[in-house]
């Protein structure tokens, strides 16, 4: 039991860790290839920014999985050939990296309304 409930913990803490590092990584390129955030109508248009982003990577992905083979995408992951591992975790990057857009968007957005003097308190 003692070695189930250290494993366990062990798995938590690595998927914790992952997690963390994956959407904090998406974030700062995020902020890196937009503008400065010292000035408040940056900050609007970089939630205005990121909101586009979260909205177009799902319509895309949605029109270019309309136009190729659905055998490039599967659900068997025992019998799936390189291409359809490789569209699976194309997906599912692209996918994530568009929820990391959408709630910094949220974020700023936030910011922009509470803390409209001093919005980097949050």
């Known amino acids: ?29 995020l902020d890196y290839f937009v503008t400065d955030l010292q000035d408040r109508h940056n900050v609007l248009q970089t939630a205005l920014l ?16 309309s136009f190729i083979p659905e055998t490039w ?3 068997d992951l025992n019998s799936a050939s390189i291409l359809q591992k490789l569209m699976q975790y194309l997906l599912l990057s692209l996918f994530g990296f568009s929820n990391v857009a959408f709630w910094r968007a949220i974020w700023y ?14």
């Open 1 to 29: 039991v003692f070695s189930t409930t250290l494993m366990s913990m062990l798995r938590h803490g690595f998927i914790g860790v992952a997690v963390t590092m994956y959407w904090r990584g998406n974030w700062h390129l």
């Open 109 to 122: 957005l936030c910011d922009y309304i509470l803390f409209p003097e001093h919005f980097l308190l949050s």
């Open 73 to 75: 995408i599967t659900t």
């Open 50 to 65: 990121s909101l586009l982003i979260a909205v177009l990577i799902p319509i895309t992905v949605s029109l270019v999985c």
